[in-house]
């Protein structure tokens, strides 16, 4: 049986299959390593959405219609701030907010991220060990046909992902250095599941940090498919693939992570494409990827633990 387990993800398909993961495993057994290169500041204040997707998703406090942010959530203080001429094309939800005051206050005092980042899930009572990929900046920059570099959320969030892209820079990976006790979570880990989220986006930069695909390579490495059917469940994964001359499908996501796979799941309507991606030594297991309910992301988990347990034991 598969006990610990390292999840890369970021966004809210990766979240998703976390929290699923979080539900089939022990206390303390799941390490969710997240993308932070999404981070920016808005209104004056650090916001992390991909931690904060993970923490909320694990927490059962996530708004279930956006997969951002928080249920329940109101929007008092941004309609204010917005009423008084500032910046509205970011949504900060009241209770949301909470979580960014404190982050930037903690950072502001010298506190790391990652410390901060655990200190968070602890509140929360998340007993899973979140990671930020790095306490050091990272920034994803988006080179688009016409609007040249845009920072990643003003492509995602302002320009609602339209603009065409033509490839991804991320501005500080080449000095970062992965979060403290991270690297020991991997050498302690039987297998790495990479979470379907973004490979470009939301997985490239995690595996870029210096460090992380060198200690990640020893390891058996099971990704699961962001594209059903040729499409994105959520985002704009299918759309870069396009715009970057690639066709999106899933068996173009497994030929992107390669030779770091032991393993791939993909989704029952793309079956056809386990001989392809065979092909290229990846063993692959088709089911229902689809994570519309609670009960979807531990079932899909559980597959994808059972699926683990088959390969680290050769059958
Ligand atoms: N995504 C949106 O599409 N619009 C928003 O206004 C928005 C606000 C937001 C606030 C906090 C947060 O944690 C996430 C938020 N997101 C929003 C999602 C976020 O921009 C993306 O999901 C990720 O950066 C991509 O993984």
């Known amino acids: 049986m598969i006990s610990k387990v390292v999840a890369l993800a970021g966004g809210v398909g990766g979240a998703k299959l976390a929290d699923g993961l979080y539900r089939c495993l022990a206390p303390g057994d799941l390490s969710v390593i997240v993308n932070t290169a999404d981070d920016f500041v808005h209104y004056g204040l650090n916001i992390s959405p991909d931690l904060d997707t993970v923490c ?12 951002w942010g928080r249920e329940g959530e109101t929007w008092q203080a941004i309609h204010n701030a917005v009423q008084l001429g500032g910046p509205d094309w970011f949504n900060l939800g009241d209770r949301d907010l909470g979580t960014h ?7 502001r005092q ?11 899930a602890r509140a929360w009572g998340i007993s899973a060990n979140i990671f930020p990929m790095s306490n050091d900046l ?33 501005a500080g990976i080449e000095t970062a ?13 039987q297998v790495v599941v990479i979470c379907p989220s973004n490979p470009w986006v939301s997985i490239r930069p995690i595996l870029d940090i210096p460090g992380i695909r060198q200690q990640i390579q020893g390891k058996h490495i099971v990704a699961v498919s962001p594209i059903i059917g040729g499409k994105a469940v959520k985002g704009p994964a299918a759309k870069m693939y396009t715009e970057l001359g690639m066709t999106p499908s899933a068996s173009t996501v497994a030929g992107q992570y390669g030779s770091l796979l032991s393993g791939f799941v993909l989704d029952r309507v793309d079956g056809d494409q386990t001989d392809k991606i065979r ?37």
């Open 177 to 189: 250095r992965p979060a403290p006790f991270m690297l020991e979570a991997i050498e302690g880990a």
């Open 56 to 67: 909320y998703a694990l927490a059962g406090l996530a708004n279930p219609e956006t997969g």
């Open 101 to 107: 005051l404190e982050r930037t206050r903690r950072l």
């Open 138 to 170: 990272v920034a994803t920059m988006v080179s688009t046909v016409d609007d040249g570099e845009l920072p990643f959320q003003e492509y995602f969030v302002k320009r609602g992902c339209e603009p065409r892209v033509t490839g991804f820079r991320f």
């Open 110 to 120: 010298g506190d790391l991220l990652s410390e901060i980042t655990s200190d968070f």
């Open 279 to 315: 092909q290229s030594g990846i063993i692959s297991f088709a089911t229902n990827t689809l994570m519309s309910t609670a009960e979807d992301r531990e079932r899909l988990a559980s597959e994808v633990l059972d699926f683990c347990d088959r390969i680290i034991g050769g059958k």
